[in-house]
């Protein structure tokens, strides 16, 4: 049986792939304080990703999201 405990702070391993990159980025939405160690890792399949993230995530906040 798997019991669910609250997701805490700390680096996201991607390991050098885009798709671990990209999911890190989206469990930091959820979670507050996780880094991506090498947000790089997304330019292989979106060259613009981490502007794009930047960019989005800005938007947000100024539109107090």
Do not use: C, N, S
Not at 17 to 46: C, F, P, S, W, Y
Request: net charge negative.
């Amino acid at each position: 049986m798997i019991t669910a405990t609250p997701l805490r702070p700390g680096v996201w391993r991607a390991y050098a792939d885009h798709r671990m990159a990209m999911a890190g980025a989206i469990v930091g939405l959820r979670v507050a304080g996780v880094e991506v160690d090498d947000i790089g890792a997304t330019t292989k399949t979106l060259p613009d990703f981490p502007r794009l993230w930047a960019d989005m995530l800005t938007a947000q906040e100024d539109r107090g999201m």
